[in-house]
């Protein structure tokens, strides 16, 4: 005996059905709309990456402190943390734009042409789509968007429920698989482009004035504590660069501009014509908490920025120098510390290998003593004479200092936070740094006892970081640990603990560990 529940029970379980079709059908054709954009973006000059400009310009209008926060949590894995959060957050409006869709289709094909449009608009506004080329990949999704979106909306409204869902599923498959072979088609170019981009360079010029062999007193030998010189694999990176840019050799310019007695244009082998020398600098995060890992030492190779800057004639009104980057990203740093004698470079090589793309590729600006913010501009394009007055660069109307001398700081690395270790002899170590003042003296405090002196590595110059180590003669208990470092001037850094914001972290980096017989 039927019961008059059971056909409005099917009718529920029917309409719950379409409901999800509609929704997957909404979903696989964003999933073809993006992946055509980006196969356009990737085969065509002048075309940006749909999901990259958004994602830049989420990166451009965040709240800073967003991003401060994304920084804290994630490091270098910010990027990719907001590439995802990109892609989540389409998936779930091209849902409802399927749901949309079924009930009255202009609506969902408006809502895949306003995502298309975002795109558009987000590539405008960051400066990575150019010219002619420029909404090629918005109209390729919004075209292919639509389309997909119309054949699938046909299908799952298909009366017949078998064929229906056989029907269905066979064209999303299809849909699918045509979307993740465009897909990896897109990324199998750009990589393709970017490995051409590093064979131009894979050899590194010799310098005309190296450096000699690092001292062997410039390392300790202590188990766990960070190696002096940093691979170039894990050398940190934070930036705004959501793709690696890919600049081939012969189409890189360097341009000097502004308030110049003689504006010029450099080709990378006319860069090469001034003397290559090389300088062991530390450079540092100002996102960097205290005792974090935003931070790295190399060896780099390149031609010194006052070199460059007198052919240019700095004028005497001239007190910023800014760096600007391929994809608009600026730096601003004061030209009187660029030109004070320190090791400024427009860089060329890292540890003795050639710039790698990651890192500013093919030339990038490393200023001793200044934070990256306001001083190492990757993917060089242009260098600027201006004031402070005249212009901020990108992160100054976003809440950070305009003038930005990295702060006394120190680290421990060993042992580990929460760590239990055995009673006896321990070593206490890790790294301090003062660039450009030169770290003096590191003292070690173990509970509210005396500060002791810390054994220092042999510095190699004011512009690295120096290893230390403090023998400990650890007893059974819980022990808080801190360390602070002197520099050069008699600065002893600060107990203050301040965030990032706006100018550099300050305080006494501490752990605590367990000690058990």
């Given at each position: 005996m039927t019961t008059t529940a059971e056909p409005q029970v099917d009718q529920q379980r029917e309409t719950a059905v379409a409901r999800w079709r509609a929704a997957l059908g909404g979903f696989l054709a964003a999933?073809?709309?993006?992946?055509?954009?980006?196969?356009?973006?990737?085969?065509?000059?002048?075309?940006?990456?749909?999901?990259?400009?958004?994602g830049t310009s989420v990166i451009n209008l965040a709240p800073p402190a967003l991003r401060d926060l994304a920084v804290e949590l994630l490091g270098t894995a910010d990027k990719p943390a907001l590439i995802g959060g990109v892609l989540i957050v389409l998936a779930l409006v091209a849902a409802g734009t399927g749901v949309l869709a079924v009930r009255r289709f202009w609506l969902g094909a408006t809502g895949v042409a306003v995502l298309g449009l975002v795109a558009l608009g987000a590539a405008l506004a960051d400066g990575s789509a150019t010219g002619l080329a420029a909404p090629l990949p918005a109209v390729a999704a919004i075209v292919v968007g639509v389309v997909v979106l119309r054949v699938l909306v046909i299908t799952a409204q298909t009366t017949?429920?078998?064929?229906?869902?056989r029907g269905f599923l066979r064209t999303a498959a299809v849909v699918a698989g045509g979307a993740v072979v465009a897909g990896s088609a897109a990324r199998w170019l750009t990589s393709r482009a970017a490995a051409a981009a590093d064979f131009a360079a894979t050899i590194l010029p010799a310098a005309d004035r190296p450096r000699g062999r690092l001292p062997a007193g410039a390392s300790l030998d202590v188990e766990g504590i960070t190696p002096f010189v940093t691979d170039n694999r894990v050398f940190y990176r934070i930036d705004t660069a959501l793709r690696v840019p890919s600049i081939a050799l012969d189409d890189w310019r360097l341009n000097i501009t502004g308030?110049?007695?003689?504006?010029?244009?450099?080709?990378?082998?006319?860069?090469?014509?001034?003397?290559?020398?090389?300088?062991?600098?530390?450079?540092?995060?100002?996102?960097?908490?205290?005792?974090?890992?935003?931070?790295?030492?190399?060896?780099?190779?390149?031609?010194?920025?006052?070199?460059?800057?007198?052919?240019?004639?700095?004028?005497?009104?001239?007190?910023?120098?800014?760096?600007?980057?391929?994809?608009?990203?600026?730096?601003?740093?004061?030209?009187?510390?660029?030109?004070?004698?320190?090791?400024?470079?427009?860089?060329?090589?890292?540890?003795?290998?050639?710039?790698?793309?990651?890192?500013?590729?093919?030339?990038?600006?490393?200023v001793p003593g200044l934070y990256g913010y306001v001083s190492a501009t990757k993917w060089l394009t242009e260098l600027e004479l201006t004031t402070f007055d005249a212009f901020d660069a990108y992160w100054v109307p976003r809440g950070w200092a305009a003038r930005a001398p990295i702060k006394t700081q120190s680290r421990i690395d060993v042992p580990r936070p929460l760590a239990t270790i055995a009673t006896g002899r321990v070593a206490v170590a890790g790294v301090a740094w003062a660039q450009h003042r030169g770290v003096a003296e590191v003292e070690v405090q173990v509970d509210d006892g005396p500060w002791q002196q810390a054994r220092l590595s042999e510095a190699v110059g004011r512009d690295t970081w120096r290893q230390w180590v403090y023998d400990w003669d650890a007893t059974e208990g819980r022990h808080d640990l801190r360390v602070r470092a002197t520099d050069q001037t008699g600065q002893t850094q600060t107990a203050d603990r301040m965030p990032p914001r706006p100018d550099g972290a300050t305080g006494w980096h501490s752990i605590v560990v367990q000690v058990a017989t």
């Open positions: 999933m073809a709309a993006l992946a055509a954009g980006e196969l356009v973006a990737a085969t065509v000059e002048g075309a940006a990456s749909p999901v990259t400009s958004i017949t429920p078998d064929r229906g869902r308030m110049v007695d003689r504006p010029f244009e450099l080709t990378f082998d006319q860069l090469l014509d001034y003397d290559l020398v090389e300088a062991d600098v530390t450079l540092t995060c100002v996102s960097n908490e205290v005792g974090g890992d935003l931070i790295g030492n190399a060896r780099w190779r390149g031609v010194r920025l006052v070199d460059v800057l007198a052919d240019a004639g700095v004028q005497p009104r001239a007190d910023q120098l800014v760096g600007r980057a391929v994809d608009g990203f600026t730096t601003g740093a004061p030209v009187a510390e660029v030109l004070d004698g320190r090791d400024a470079l427009i860089a060329i090589g890292m540890n003795g290998e050639p710039l790698p793309r990651a890192h500013g590729f093919p030339a990038r600006l490393v």
